[in-house]
């Protein structure tokens, strides 16, 4: 098994995130099916002419996934964070948030396995309802987050809106795809809490569809990558807004040129 999903890797059948995701499916079906295997062969007289008919069930049954009917479910994942700011300044961190180096990201596991990073996000417009934040990430990935509420300094809320062309076919994994066969994101937003420490709670939310025919393990893995997402990001807005800005003039040293 483990020199398949190398040889998918090495070939460039598979990405590393999509052979990350199917890692425990092979896992829990190779347990099972050696239990499975060494219980026909231990308590039955199966001759040895039928075991390779055995083997090929794998492949004969693995079709039949295609034929389950499709589902689509909505899924809500939802992250916080304290801010020891303000709303108003953590709220003005929102819109716009330019140049995003690595660094200011984290550490995360989705980053790690090939889901691109993103650059920057520019708000055209006001800013209210109707204003378009653009959302860029590498590899040439961007969409658009149409704004739906805009209540300063409590929530910002948006939909995805996702143009043809706008995520490169080499770009994501198919199984991560945005907008692709397995998922689709819906919308999402900010809400942010004052807390007594006069600091804020800070709630990232995004709501997606799954429309893969295995919906508990689609579920598992999406609400991961958004979790995993979600964490860097609000990280991000953590450590912008709690920058602190000197307004105060230094006094010159002594001897210093007037």
């Known amino acids: 098994m483990a ?30 099916g050696g239990l499975i295997g060494g219980a ?9 002419s039928t075991l390779p008919t055995l083997a090929l069930l794998p492949f004969l049954i693995g079709p039949l996934e295609s034929l389950l009917p499709p589902e689509r479910s ?3 994942v939802s992250n916080t964070i304290h801010i020891d700011a303000s709303p108003e300044a953590v709220f003005n961190k ?23 990073k993103p650059l920057e996000a520019q708000m055209s417009g006001s800013g209210g309802p ?12 961007w969409f658009h987050e149409v704004i739906t509420e805009s209540a300063m300094p409590q929530a910002l809320r948006y939909r995805f809106v996702v143009p043809k062309g706008a995520i490169p076919r080499e770009a994501l994994d198919e199984h991560v795809e945005i907008n692709g ?42 609400k991961m990558v958004l979790k995993d997402f979600h964490r860097s990001i609000l990280g991000l807005m953590k450590s912008r807004s709690e920058q602190r800005v000197d307004h105060h003039p230094k006094t010159p040293w002594p001897g210093a040129p007037g």
């Open 3 to 32: 020199l398949f999903l190398i040889s998918m890797f090495v070939t460039f059948v598979e990405g590393l995130l999509c052979i990350v995701l199917v890692v425990p499916v092979f896992m829990i079906a190779g347990i099972l």
């Open 40 to 48: 026909i062969h231990n308590h039955s007289r199966i001759n040895r």
């Open 74 to 76: 909505i899924q809500t």
């Open 94 to 116: 929102l819109a716009d948030v330019r140049d995003i180096k690595p660094s200011e990201l984290g550490f995360t596991f989705v980053h790690l396995v090939g889901l691109p």
């Open 130 to 141: 109707g204003s378009v934040r653009t959302s860029r990430w590498e590899k040439g990935v």
């Open 181 to 222: 066969r397995y998922f689709e994101l819906v919308d999402g937003g900010y809400a942010l809490k004052p807390t007594s420490d006069g600091g804020t709670d800070l709630s990232m939310t995004t709501r997606f569809i799954n429309k893969s025919r295995l919906q508990a393990y689609g579920n598992l893995w999406g």
